[in-house]
T-cell receptor, first 116, second 115 residues
């Protein structure tokens, strides 16, 4: 079974600074990888996903992530953050499941706190 | 252009009562997934349903929890005889065809508080 590790529970950063949110996964098979963002009291919104092809994936709101198969990582980056990026960020991997449907396995989340 | 709808958004129950959580998938979506988010934790898969069928319920507690997705109407997650440990945010997601590479679209969640 897959698992996802987000080592940083909280990442404080100043506005306009770059940020990297780390995500590592464990799996014995090929996987699909996702980053979701959750604003306070809201549902999850997809930022970006890796299915295949280029290992650098660009998403919404200026975020990007790089899939590194050898290090089993899928770190999320943004070169310059805004106050509005303050939210909880979840990395997820798709578990094939017995019949091939997308059963998402989530990490515990990283809270990004952007201050002026 | 409605997204995934969930109601109620907040639900307060006393121990021993029943909780019913509703989820209306996006238009054109016939696959529904329920996840639970306990405080300070990530989301955990509970159950996957298609219309009138439960496909995978491996994440559902064996007792007190049930889910359905009837031919007409929303998907329902039902928790009988709630206990304090059931307090959590319950999220529903939907997809069009249930394929591995599809995006799951999440609703705003129902926050259940058991007193």
């Amino acid at each position: 079974a897959q698992s996802v590790t987000q080592l940083d529970s909280q990442v404080p950063v100043f506005e306009e600074a770059p940020v990297e949110l780390r995500c590592n996964y464990s799996s014995s098979v090929s996987v699909y990888l996702f980053w979701y963002v959750q604003y306070p009291n809201q549902g999850l919104q997809l930022l970006l996903k890796y299915l295949s092809g280029s290992t650098l994936v660009k998403g919404i709101n200026g975020f990007e992530a790089e899939f590194n198969k050898s290090q089993t990582s899928f770190h999320l980056r943004k070169p310059s953050v805004h106050i509005s990026d303050t939210a909880e960020y979840f990395c997820a991997v798709s578990d094939l499941g017995n019949i091939g449907f997308q059963k998402l396995v989530f990490g515990t989340g990283t809270r990004l706190l952007v201050s002026p | 252009n409605a997204g995934v709808m969930q109601n109620p958004r907040h639900l307060v129950r006393r121990r021993g009562q029943e909780a019913r959580l509703r989820c209306s998938p996006m238009k054109g979506h016939s696959h529904v997934y329920w996840y639970r988010q306990l405080p300070e934790e990530g989301l955990k898969f509970m159950v996957y349903l298609q219309k009138e069928n439960i496909i995978d319920e491996s994440g559902m507690p064996k007792e007190r929890f049930s889910a359905e997705f009837p031919k007409e109407g929303p998907s329902i997650l039902r928790i009988q005889q709630v206990v304090r440990g059931d307090s959590a945010a319950y999220f529903c997601a939907s997809s069009r065809q249930g394929q591995l590479q599809e995006t799951q679209y999440f609703g705003p969640g129902t926050r259940l508080l058991v007193l």
